[in-house]
T-cell receptor
Framework: DTEVTQTPKHLVMGMTNKKSLKCEQH?????MYWYKQKAKKPPELMFV???????INESVPSRFSPECPNSSLLNLHLHALQPEDSALYLC?????????????FGEGSWLTVV | EDQVTQSPEALRLQEGESSSLNCSYT??????LFWYRQDPGKGPEFLFT???AGEEKEKERLKATLTKKESFLHITAPKPEDSATYLC??????????FGSGTKLNVKP
């Protein structure tokens, strides 16, 4: 079982709504990620937080706003989304080691924008 | 740009029919090559990490190998429950992961 927990599992929102996706991990990992995955496509990196600081932003539109309140939590705030933003949003975490780091994914949050 | 290419895109096997999936990569400064399994509507499940050419790892019916430019996921005597999409990913020196498009495996009883 994955130790990265995402809520909600499903979310339907209108284009004028404000909502948030939440992610929690209890593995003591210090890097956390948001990925977006469309049907039949690989995951695409959106954001990386390292030691609670945003380290990578893959030119994601400002209608997506990440937040890392502490080392165990990661949020993705959503505002004024477009129907094409409908996708599976995956949270992941990893711990740096001498050889590299393996990322572990949550089950994802299915987002539908209507 | 760094790139990960997986082949074939889809693979249909009979139960017990062994085969291999391929992942070729072009990243400079490879820090790791990763294999994941993804079931429909779920997040990718970690399988293996390989760090250096010649390394091999096994788990049940799966065996992953790594050369300087590609990795193979060998599936021995697959069962229907092995049906899934298998993703490989590479990690570069800047902590970024690049995923391939995946191989969708269908094992028929």
């Amino acid at each position: 079982d994955t130790e990265v927990t995402q809520t909600p599992k499903h979310l339907v929102m209108g284009m004028t709504n404000k909502k948030s996706l939440k992610c929690e991990q209890h593995m003591g990992h210090r890097a956390m990620y948001w990925y977006k995955q469309k049907a039949k496509k690989p995951p695409e990196l959106m954001f990386v937080y390292s030691y609670e600081k945003l380290s990578i932003n893959e030119s994601v539109p400002s209608r997506f706003s990440p937040e890392c309140p502490n080392s165990s939590l990661l949020n993705l705030h959503l505002h004024a989304l477009q129907p094409e933003d409908s996708a599976l949003y995956l949270c992941a975490s990893s711990q740096e080691s001498q050889q590299g780091n393996t990322i572990y994914f949550g089950e994802g949050s299915w987002l539908t924008v209507v | 740009e760094d790139q990960v290419t997986q082949s074939p895109e889809a693979l249909r096997l009979q139960e017990g029919e062994s085969s291999s999936l391929n992942c070729s990569y072009t990243v400079s400064g490879l820090r790791g090559l990763f294999w994941y399994r993804q079931d429909p509507g779920k997040g990718p499940e970690f399988l293996f990490t390989l760090y250096s050419a010649g390394e091999e790892k096994e788990k049940e019916r799966l065996k992953a190998t790594l050369t300087k430019k590609e990795s193979f996921l060998h599936i021995t005597a697959p069962k229907p429950e092995d049906s899934a999409t298998y993703l490989c990913a590479e990690q570069d020196n800047f902590n970024k992961f690049y995923f391939g498009s995946g191989t969708k495996l269908n094992v028929k009883p």
